[in-house]
């Protein structure tokens, strides 16, 4: 691995393991200004069409979320480049980096573009994982293979749950949930690329 890959890792690392924190800063902010705001009858989306700071902290967290995870997504090709599935997976990681990123571009008040990157958002992310945790086994790196598939199974299940009970009248909780798994994927393979990283010899 050349001097150049070294550093797209490091600066990808450090992406995917503040992204998170990024996003859920911004998250919980835009819910803080906005008493209307009920865990169990509202989306998350919700929060982008409110007056005052609500809507730019929960917009613009997303944009610069997307951004970061574009960034971490750049390293995701250095780090699974052995194999072609690996590089699969990582574009259709960077498609869903797009549509994050497109979610705070086009708020809830604008149809259909807002439902359509959301969908996109949500949909995209297990399909990635999947492939690339095929792509992780493949590689004999049974354990982030399967951590992978975990994530990836909590991010489909949640939603499965909600379409089958609609346990809660509105989407914020499942999108959470399956946000929270992504986060917690990201964190996991951030401090990964890091480690490569710092293999440097």
């Given at each position: 691995?050349?001097?150049?890959?070294?550093?797209?890792?490091?600066?990808?690392?450090?992406?995917?393991?503040?992204?998170?924190?990024?996003?859920?800063?911004?998250?919980?902010?835009?819910?803080?200004?906005?008493?209307?705001?009920?865990?169990?009858?509202?989306?998350?989306?919700?929060?982008?069409?409110?007056?005052?700071?609500?809507?730019?902290?929960?917009?613009?967290?997303?944009?610069?979320?997307?951004?970061?995870?574009?960034?971490?997504?750049?390293?995701?090709?250095?780090?699974?480049?052995?194999?072609?599935?690996?590089?699969?997976?990582?574009?259709?990681?960077?498609?869903?980096?797009?549509?994050?990123?497109?979610?705070?571009?086009?708020?809830?008040?604008?149809?259909?573009?807002?439902?359509?990157?959301?969908?996109?958002?949500?949909?995209?992310?297990?399909?990635?994982?999947?492939?690339?945790?095929?792509?992780?086994?493949?590689?004999?790196?049974?354990?982030?293979?399967?951590?992978?598939?975990?994530?990836?199974?909590?991010?489909?299940?949640?939603?499965?749950?909600?379409?089958?009970t609609h346990f809660v009248?509105?989407?914020?909780?499942?999108?959470?949930?399956?946000?929270?798994?992504?986060?917690?994927?990201?964190?996991?393979?951030?401090?990964?690329?890091?480690?490569?990283a710092s293999h440097r010899?």
């Amino acid at each position: 691995m050349n001097s150049r890959n070294f550093n797209l890792l490091r600066i990808s690392g450090i992406s995917g393991v503040i992204t998170p924190v990024v996003a859920f800063t911004f998250i919980s902010l835009a819910i803080t200004y906005s008493p209307s705001f009920i865990w169990t009858d509202n989306a998350l989306s919700d929060l982008g069409i409110q007056e005052g700071v609500t809507a730019p902290l929960f917009n613009y967290g997303l944009i610069i979320s997307g951004i970061l995870t574009l960034v971490f997504a750049c390293g995701l090709f250095v780090l699974l480049s052995n194999r072609s599935m690996g590089k699969i997976g990582a574009f259709i990681f960077v498609l869903d980096a797009l549509a994050l990123t497109a979610i705070g571009v086009f708020p809830e008040n604008i149809t259909p573009t807002h439902y359509q990157v959301s969908v996109a958002f949500f949909a995209l992310y297990p399909i990635s994982m999947f492939v690339i945790g095929a792509s992780f086994l493949l590689e004999k790196q049974t354990k982030m293979g399967l951590f992978t598939f975990l994530t990836a199974a909590i991010a489909v299940a949640v939603w499965i749950t909600y379409f089958s009970t609609h346990f809660v009248s509105g989407v914020a909780i499942p999108e959470t949930v399956s946000a929270l798994a992504a986060s917690a994927w990201a964190i996991v393979l951030g401090c990964k690329m890091l480690k490569e990283a710092s293999h440097r010899s």
